[in-house]
Nanobody, 119 residues
Framework: VQLVESGGGLVQAGESLRLSCAAS????????MGWYRQAPGKEREFVAR????????YYADSVKGRFTISRDNTKNTVSLQMNSLKPEDTAVYYC?????????????WGQGTQVTVSS
């Protein structure tokens, strides 16, 4: 099983980034997906999750209204559009998956992609 993130980088506050995660999970539609992040010196925290069909989406309060999670079950991908980025969004972002309706306990993790937001 592989989850491969891409799209991280260095941006200025107020700019946008789009993260993508390509999954080798089969069938992809059986898996709930999500994004977590870990900032230096902090624990990994939940960012966003999307159910198997994409019918329900949840966000951490800190990103609500700025981030959008989506999935394409025909391409085995999940994305995170991040707008109005803030320095406090700086972290390593991880794609996560679980064979469940909703992602509460991830079974699989990607290697992470660094997002750095400068002020």
């Amino acid at each position: 099983v592989q989850l491969v993130e891409s799209g991280g980088g260095l941006v200025q506050a107020g700019e946008s980034l789009r993260l993508s995660c390509a999954a080798s999970l089969q069938p992809f539609g059986n898996y709930a997906m999500g994004w977590y992040r870990q900032a230096p010196g902090k624990e990994r925290e939940f960012v966003a999750r999307i159910t198997r069909s994409g019918g329900a989406i949840y966000y951490a309060d800190s990103v609500k209204g700025r981030f959008t999670i989506s999935r394409d079950n025909t391409k085995n991908t999940v994305s995170l559009q991040m707008n109005s980025l803030k320095p406090e969004d700086t972290a390593v972002y991880y794609c996560a998956a679980a064979e469940a309706f909703i992602l509460t306990n991830p079974e699989y993790w990607g290697q992470g992609t660094q997002v750095t937001v400068s002020s």
